[in-house]
């Protein structure tokens, strides 16, 4: 599987969930790569130890700058997982392929000859519905969507799953939404259980059965570039992790 990981709202969740679904399934014995597209670099930060030291990123390699993309794929601090790394030069990316004629499909195409390497690919995405992320819808098997229990969470929702559509239709028709996760719940709040309530009456089968509580190890974890299962390996956000990446392999075989 290639696995997007997409909502074009920030803060909700996305980089903590490639981080830690990747790390579940290299866990598993997965052969893992996590790509980080957004150019804040979150992903990147947290599993390596100095990412200053490389000097190139992506966007060397879908400018064509750089023909090999090994040399921006490093071995990462959790183990069984490689990251694609990413720096803030991505942010010159969406500017510079605007004009390309295939400018949507340069991360389907870089990805191609290290597929084969990997069990799975992890793709974490920047909180916009602009090229960077279209790239990785075209360039992705499956879409997996946190959506953060809150008050307004559904907002935006439409514009996605339009967006999914679009990509079906005209780049990639046998992309599938692996399924919708709620995160950063917090149980004690009657709003988190109405919303949560709401989330699985639109989405149905959609949602995940697990969801991902609110929880300070999770926040801590990357900071210290682990993953949740070597950080707090018997904290809710571990059980709460591993469930989901169970849940991935089964929908996976579905
Ligand atoms: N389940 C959680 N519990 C507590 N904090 C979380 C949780 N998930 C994410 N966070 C924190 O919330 C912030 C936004 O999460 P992040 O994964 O970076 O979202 P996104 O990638 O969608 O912007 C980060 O500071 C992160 O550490
Ligand atoms: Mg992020």
Redesign the pocket.
């Known amino acids: 599987m290639i696995i997007a990981?997409t909502?074009q709202?920030?803060?909700?969740?996305?980089?903590?969930?490639?981080?830690n679904i990747s790390a579940a399934l290299a866990l598993m014995g997965q052969k893992m790569l996590l790509v980080d597209t957004?150019p804040?670099a979150?992903s990147t930060i947290s599993v390596l130890n100095d990412p200053g030291c490389f000097s190139k990123s992506l966007y060397d390699v879908m400018m064509r700058q750089e023909e090999n993309i090994e040399t921006i794929i490093s071995k990462s601090t959790i183990p069984g997982l490689d990251i694609a790394i990413s720096k803030i030069s991505m942010a010159k990316l969406e500017p510079s392929l605007l004009g390309e004629i295939d400018g949507h499909y340069r991360l389907r195409e870089i990805l191609e000859p290290v597929r084969e390497n990997y069990t799975h690919i992890v793709i974490?995405t920047p909180?916009t519905l602009g090229l960077i992320t279209l790239n990785s819808l075209v360039a992705a098997t499956h879409i997996l969507i946190?959506i953060?229990s809150s008050y307004l969470c559904l907002e935006g929702t439409d514009d996605l799953l339009e967006t999914i559509d679009k990509v079906k239709r005209v780049a990639n028709p046998e992309l599938r939404i692996l399924g919708i996760l709620i995160?950063?719940?917090d149980k004690r709040t009657n709003i988190s259980k109405d919303v949560v309530k709401r989330i699985r009456k639109v989405f149905g089968g959609l949602v995940f059965k697990t969801l991902?509580?609110?929880?300070?190890?999770?926040?801590?974890s990357?900071a210290y570039k682990e993953s949740i299962f070597t950080y707090a390996p018997n904290s809710v956000?571990a059980y709460q992790y591993r469930k989901i990446a169970e849940e991935i392999i089964q929908r996976a075989e579905n």
Do not use: F, M, R, Y
């Open positions: 990981i909502n709202k920030g803060g909700v969740g996305k980089t903590t969930t490639a981080l957004d804040q979150h974490d909180p946190p953060q995160t950063l719940h991902v509580s609110k929880s300070v190890k999770l926040e801590e990357p956000g």
